[in-house]
């Protein structure tokens, strides 16, 4: 049996997590509740759950408010947050699972069962979540890759490239690593589209900053500057020159 406690400020939304937990999930005991980081704090230093829910946003104050009173936590944390594209964003820079409000029971299901494997996000990535929220009209300075058995913290500036590699992705580095991650690249391309980061073709994401000149000629192509060139398919060509020269006016 699992023990769990809810942390969600809401008493309608507290309620039904609660009842749909003990409908649907039998092996999770709740175990206690509480609406305030106060109240949070004391449930958490009687109890120390195995899972818990934590909404982002309280009455007076934050989910990360409680984490930093309790730096020890042990409990496999699930993050429950309203539908913001920028707290979404902002979880899938941290590489951190969350769930949305209003959710369906097959996400509380696939949340759950994700929470029972991995391991707790560490305190740089719970920063890069913080922070990403807390800014959303600035750039994020890293971003959280999810390997196949390890989470990798680097820089945005850091990155030259993405390429496609079928449903995963290969981030190559300014300082030639190359990390693969099971993602999409279409997934990445959406969440960089904003920072400097253009889809070029198919298999082909690159970092504004990282581009040293378009060459026209053999189909065109980008030269970067760790010294690779990557084709520019011909739908994008007309868009990147304009990029290009936007950026050199």
Do not use: W
């Amino acid at each position: 049996m699992l023990t769990a406690v809810i942390i969600e400020d809401m008493s309608d939304a507290l309620d039904l997590l609660k009842k749909d937990i003990e409908a649907h999930h039998p092996e999770i005991e709740v175990i206690a509740t509480a609406q305030s980081v106060v109240a949070a704090a004391k449930v958490l230093r009687k109890h120390q759950p195995d899972i818990l829910f934590l909404d982002i946003m309280l009455g007076d104050g934050t989910g990360f408010d409680v984490l930093e009173i309790f730096p020890e936590l042990r409990s496999k944390i699930i993050f429950v947050t309203a539908s913001d594209e920028f707290a979404i964003r902002a979880f899938k820079f941290a590489a951190i699972d969350y769930v949305l409000k209003p959710y369906a029971h097959e996400d509380l299901g696939l949340a759950i069962a994700r929470a029972k494997e991995q391991l707790q996000p560490n305190e740089e990535r719970l920063r890069i979540l913080k922070d990403t929220m807390a800014t959303p009209e600035k750039k994020p300075d890293k971003i959280s890759l999810h390997t196949l058995d390890q989470i990798i913290i680097v820089s945005l500036d850091d990155i030259v490239r993405c390429e496609s590699d079928s449903n995963n992705t290969i981030f190559h580095l300014q300082d030639k690593r190359k990390i693969f991650v099971t993602k999409t690249l279409k997934y990445f391309s959406d969440m960089l589209k904003s920072y400097d980061f253009v889809r070029i073709h198919q298999s082909h994401l690159v970092n504004l900053q990282c581009i040293t000149a378009y060459i026209k000629t053999d189909g065109g192509y980008l030269m970067l500057k760790n010294g690779e060139n990557v084709p520019v398919s011909v739908r994008k060509k007309a868009e990147i020159i304009e990029i290009l020269d936007r950026m050199h006016r």
